[in-house]
């Protein structure tokens, strides 16, 4: 065995980054909107399952009255996927949007750390706390 070593002095090191001159966004959650930040952020409203709840109810209606099994109920639980796979792709375009532009413009942002899926249950915001998709923003961020 063999083993080499060499010595680097560590008064470089010692010295942290310079935060002064940074720009630092602050990210909170916020139930109506997604988030609420620091600094202004244009965002556009975001809300996908909400906007086509109405479609995907009456797609769910109609499988729900077809006969297992057959063709018919095939064919429309495509359609309910397609709808379900709609609102999945608005929401995870949005927030790559938004998470790039803020990768972007800001040398560093602090996330406010909430756990997602505790929230939802446990508070009956269900619906509303999964359609933000905080926890997928902050992941993406």
């Given at each position: 065995a063999s083993l080499l070593y060499e010595g680097y002095s560590c008064e470089n090191q010692?010295?942290?980054?310079?935060?002064?001159?940074?720009?630092?966004?602050?990210?909170?959650?916020?139930?109506q909107g997604m988030a609420v930040f620091s600094e202004k952020v244009e965002t556009e409203e975001a809300g996908f399952f909400r906007k086509n709840e109405k479609r995907l109810a009456r797609?769910?209606?109609?499988?729900?009255?077809?006969?297992?099994?057959?063709?018919?109920y095939e064919l429309q639980k495509k359609k309910v996927a397609r709808c379900h796979e709609k609102i999945r792709n608005q929401r995870r375009d949005h927030l790559h949007k938004l998470s790039r532009k803020i990768a972007d413009g800001y040398d560093a942002a602090a996330v406010e750390d909430i756990d997602m899926k505790a929230m939802g249950q446990c508070l009956h915001f269900g619906k509303s706390v999964q359609d933000n998709g905080y926890g997928m923003f902050r992941e993406m961020l």
């Amino acid at each position: 065995a063999s083993l080499l070593y060499e010595g680097y002095s560590c008064e470089n090191q010692a010295a942290g980054p310079d935060y002064s001159t940074a720009k630092i966004l602050g990210i909170d959650y916020a139930m109506q909107g997604m988030a609420v930040f620091s600094e202004k952020v244009e965002t556009e409203e975001a809300g996908f399952f909400r906007k086509n709840e109405k479609r995907l109810a009456r797609e769910q209606r109609k499988l729900s009255r077809c006969v297992r099994e057959s063709h018919n109920y095939e064919l429309q639980k495509k359609k309910v996927a397609r709808c379900h796979e709609k609102i999945r792709n608005q929401r995870r375009d949005h927030l790559h949007k938004l998470s790039r532009k803020i990768a972007d413009g800001y040398d560093a942002a602090a996330v406010e750390d909430i756990d997602m899926k505790a929230m939802g249950q446990c508070l009956h915001f269900g619906k509303s706390v999964q359609d933000n998709g905080y926890g997928m923003f902050r992941e993406m961020l």
